[in-house]
């Protein structure tokens, strides 16, 4: 098995295309859905091709595996519009945090990230039931891996909350 560290340039490359993205809608907060399912689309591609990299499957376990992948993919692109709306409305609010909206904000990015670690968890379960326990842990570690590394860009590239003081 391969660590993380090890593929660079398709982890790059993952990045770079999601960063372009994030760049131009996320910081100039123009909500488009033609151009968020672009960007899901080719981030879609590229996070399977480092998916496939990192997890190791037998030919017995590929289709299984695959066909929960792409489930799980479906209902986490779902979460990841969501995400997409609410960032936005915090970009679009930036400078104007009033104790009510920012609680408003924070209660639904609660609710968002225990909806993305519940689909992640009950994904694990699947396909840790219906293939083995490493390749579970193996898609769980690499799902949690890029998570992260988007979370810790996003918030590196919004503006941090000011009040209007």
């Known amino acids: ?47 399977r091709d480092i998916v ?36 936005n409305k915090y970009v679009d609010e930036f400078g104007k945090v009033s104790p009510a909206n920012a609680d408003t904000f924070m209660i639904e990015a609660i609710q968002l990230r225990n909806k993305n670690n519940s689909l992640l968890d009950s994904f694990y379960k699947k396909i840790k039931s219906r293939t083995d326990p490493v390749v579970a842990m193996q898609f769980y570690q690499i799902e949690r891996y890029l998570s992260d590394l988007i979370r810790i860009e996003i918030l590196e590239e919004i503006y941090t909350t000011k009040t209007n003081n």
Not at 15 to 36: C, H, K, T, W
Not at 57 to 79: G, T, V
């Open 1 to 47: 098995m391969q660590k993380l560290y090890q593929t660079p340039f398709r982890l790059y490359s993952f990045l770079g295309v999601f960063f372009v993205f994030l760049s131009g809608s996320y910081l100039n907060a123009q909500s488009n859905e033609d151009e968020l399912q672009f960007v899901q689309s080719i981030y879609g591609m590229e996070k």
């Open 52 to 87: 496939d990299e990192f997890v190791e499957l037998s030919e017995a376990q590929a289709q299984e595996f695959w066909r929960l992948y792409d489930e799980y993919e479906a209902k986490r692109k779902e979460l990841g519009k969501r995400r997409f709306v609410l960032v």
